[in-house]
Nanobody, 124 residues
């Protein structure tokens, strides 16, 4: 059974850092691209970052570019999202998702397996 489990969310102050993890099981991790998405109340679902199966292709949204870093560890079947210089507008539920295929796309519609999400709250 394919599963994705996010962890690492929490409540932090502006300027602080968090590292989210997405642990995958039940499928061949190295064959799939992984994406991070977020959803804040009253806002549209947003693609944050995605990484190809090889890790060589990475995309970031303009809102997080230069602050967030995505990476993957095939030995642990885990994708990480290092989030630095967090801002209140980063507050959202963060989801990781997997797609059938190795290409990293930013469209949520192309991802067919989703985790349950982890809450990130940035507030002073």
């Amino acid at each position: 059974q394919l599963q994705l489990a996010e962890s690492g969310g929490g409540l932090v102050q502006p300027g602080w850092s968090l590292r989210l993890s997405c642990a995958a099981s039940g499928f061949t991790f190295e064959y799939r691209a992984i994406g991070w998405f977020r959803h804040a109340p009253g806002k549209e679902h947003e693609a944050v970052s995605c990484i190809s199966k090889s890790g060589r292709t990475i995309n970031y949204s303009d809102s997080v570019k230069g602050r967030f870093t995505i990476s993957r560890d095939s030995a642990k079947s885990t994708v990480y999202l290092q989030m630095n210089s967090l801002k209140p507008e980063d507050t959202a539920v963060y989801y990781c998702a997997s797609r059938t295929g190795g290409t990293a796309y930013s469209s949520a519609a192309l991802y067919n397996y989703w985790g349950q999400g982890t809450q990130v709250t940035v507030s002073s």
